[in-house]
């Protein structure tokens, strides 16, 4: 049996993540995203408020003095939040799973150590540092030459590892205290035997940041460079086993990709509920344009969509914590199949705005800029789709 | 402070007036799908004044709500928000009433719970828009009732020291306590809810109560206790007539607008 009704749990989460959404997001929205310089754009006070109200800690285990909400319900509330504001939404969703990673591979030493400290801080947030100039999605791809993947190094010297290398576009990296570190280990075996985890503490001598990207969407989040120069961490700081990381990496894929439809699902959701209300009250040719058919038409396109997406990222989320049920084809998918569908959702919802969809202070294009970055956020959706053709012919 | 906020679950006052329905011969309102029930604004107002009070004073905040199963809901959402108990009167027991026949449900609830040095409700319900639970239920428990109140001081004694809205501005009132005291919306913007406090509602149950569990007087409950009579009940016509009122300038376009207003009794 299959059954979509959510627990009472689920529910006052979804309505938590919802009045915090309307109530402290949406009004700093616009607004913020407006500014020129890409730092003024993020808030730390919406951090705190966020913090106060327990959401930067859902996913944190009880006995850390967390919610230890599952993936589900964490999808939920990514798309709640990321209806008020996508910037805003993934901030705290980059950081709820990267506690889940620390907790799923780290040692109880190593969680310990590093998240009862984010438990107490009210601005603790987490970053991975993957992406570089000469790689991102090829990670993903199905090919471990030697010559693809991360140029950061790690070398073992003593107890101790030294980082060297540079990333870039990294969410939120220039905000967080913590960094997880993804560098090559072994460069004469493929990605998928040499690469390795580190936690990283931003105060680290060596770690360092450059520009923050100034992106066309998705600006209140900070996207930024990190460098890391002869930084010197303990053995003890391996999160998971030295070259495993990509693999420890695809564990993380299992919710981060419900994480990412649900983002690009709330701020379609955001778009489509704009439209909606606009159509019933726009009049045009003697009566509101939701009842001219091209119009009404639309909507139940664009209302479908989102169901289908939300369906498809509840799945996701689902199967990220019962492994028994979990198909690498539906993570690998969910992503693309949502950010595809869902800017074509803010799309429409902007072409039924007519000449006010591309007045910025409508927030009709400020949407259609955020969902046109998840097209490429969490990886292409071109290499996702290649992926998971290769399961499809392997019989996965 | 033992604090109790008396709270109602009405159907969702944001919703378009389109969504409900009159029916004028069983002179009942009935809410179309989709309109929630949710607790009554002013409600909610007086939730965060009995947690801002015990948070200064400590002690602890119970709410109750007369209604049906649904009304669970809204008690669970006053847990989410930090209140440690809440408890149900079972209106399938008590039966639907009227204000006065609700202030003595209330009243035996309040009566059942123990020792409370006050109790808040809001100032009135968005469903009825009646106001007067509040003041019914401190006259059958025979305490002081300050009503419309925008802000609450504990003082020596200890009593209590208000700030009560008045059609020109405000008084000041001081209260020997337990009181019962209906604010506004003036006093303070209700919290939201926290993911701490929705861990701790999990592991509780809202108790149900009958009218047997609080001896309620079933000639002042439920329909036996129905002192208000329903003559008819229809959706007001509404006939809307557009005029443009303008002008040489903006400024005399706004006295044109005044004028008109002043010649329509609106000012």
């Known amino acids: 049996m299959i059954g979509f009704s959510l627990t009472e749990e689920q529910l006052a989460l979804q309505t938590m993540a919802r009045d915090f959404a309307e109530r402290e997001i949406k009004p700093i929205s616009l607004v913020r995203d407006a500014l020129p310089d890409p730092r003024d754009c993020f808030q730390w006070d919406i951090i705190e408020k966020g913090s106060q109200i327990g959401i930067r800690t859902l996913t944190l285990d009880r006995k850390y003095g967390g919610f230890g909400a599952d993936s589900l319900s964490t999808a939920i509330v990514v798309e709640e939040l990321c209806a008020g504001d996508l910037g805003v939404g993934v901030t705290f969703a980059q950081t709820l799973k990267f506690v889940q990673m620390i907790q799923w591979m780290g040692t109880e030493e190593q969680c310990k150590r590093f998240l009862i400290p984010f438990r107490e801080d009210p601005c603790f947030l987490i970053a991975a540092t993957c992406t570089e100039p000469d790689t991102g999605s090829d990670h993903m791809m199905p090919y471990t030459g030697l010559d693809i993947g991360s140029k950061t190094v790690a070398v073992r010297d003593g107890n101790d590892w030294v980082i060297n290398g540079m990333k870039h576009f990294i969410s939120a990296s220039n905000r967080s205290k913590l960094l997880i570190v993804f560098a090559r280990t072994d460069k004469d075996k493929p990605i998928n035997q040499g690469m390795t985890l580190f936690l990283v503490p931003v105060e680290t001598p060596g770690v360092s940041f450059g520009q923050v990207h100034n992106k066309a969407g998705e600006r209140l989040i900070n996207n930024a460079e990190v460098f890391y120069d002869n930084v010197r961490v303990p053995n003890e700081n391996v999160l998971g086993n030295v070259g495993t990381g990509l693999m420890d990496m695809a564990r993380l894929m299992r919710s981060s990709n419900a994480y990412a439809g649900a983002s690009v699902l709330g701020t379609a959701r955001a778009a489509y509920e704009k439209a909606l209300e606009f159509a019933k009250t726009r009049v045009q040719g003697g009566k509101p344009i939701i009842q001219h058919e091209a119009i009404g038409m639309m909507l139940a396109e664009m209302f479908i969509g989102l169901e289908a997406v939300r369906n498809i990222v509840w799945k996701a989320g689902w199967t990220a914590d019962n492994p028994e049920y979990y198909d690498p084809k539906v993570a690998s998918m969910t992503k693309a199949f949502a950010s595809e569908t869902c800017f074509r959702i803010v799309r429409m919802a902007m072409e039924i705005h007519g000449g006010l969809g591309i007045m910025k202070e409508v927030g009709m294009e400020k949407l259609l800029r955020d969902a046109a970055c998840f097209l490429h956020s969490d990886g292409t959706n071109q290499m996702l789709a290649i992926r998971t053709g290769t399961f499809l012919a392997r019989g996965i | ?267």
């Not at chain 2, 604090?3 to 919703?15: F, G, L, R, S, T």
């Not at chain 2, 029916?23 to 309102?29: L, V």
């Open chain 2, 1 to 267: 402070m033992n604090i109790v906020v008396c709270i109602k679950q009405v159907p969702d006052p944001e919703a378009p007036a389109e969504m409900f329905n009159v029916d004028s011969e069983a002179k009942r309102i009935i809410p179309g799908r989709g309109v929630k029930g949710v607790i009554s604004p002013f409600d909610e107002n007086a939730i965060e004044a009995g947690l801002k009070l015990k948070e200064q004073h400590g002690g602890q905040v119970t709410t109750i709500s007369l209604g049906g199963k649904g009304t669970e809901d809204t008690l669970k959402r006053s847990l989410h928000m930090g209140v440690e108990n809440a408890v149900l009167l079972d209106e399938e027991s008590l039966g639907s009433s009227d204000s006065y026949g609700t202030a003595h449900a209330l009243a035996a609830g309040i009566s059942k719970l123990g020792t409370y040095d006050l109790i808040i409700c809001g100032r009135q319900a968005a469903d009825w828009d009646a106001g007067q639970v509040g003041t019914g239920i401190a006259e059958v428990l025979g305490i002081p009732c300050i009503t419309l109140v925008r802000r609450i001081e504990v003082v020596d004694g200890p009593s209590l020291r208000m700030e009560r809205l008045t059609e020109d501005g405000y008084e000041v009132v001081n209260s020997p306590m337990p009181a019962l005291v209906t604010v506004t919306n003036e006093i303070n913007t209700p919290r939201l809810t926290t993911a701490m406090a929705i861990m701790a509602a999990m592991s509780g149950k809202i108790p149900r109560w009958s009218s047997q569990d609080i001896d309620a007087d079933a000639s002042r409950t439920g329909a036996a206790g129905t002192r208000t009579r329903l003559i008819t009940l229809r959706s007001p016509a509404i006939d809307r007539n557009c005029r443009v009122v303008g002008g040489e300038t903006v400024e005399e376009a706004a006295v044109n607008l005044a004028l008109a207003l002043r010649e329509d009794k609106v000012l």
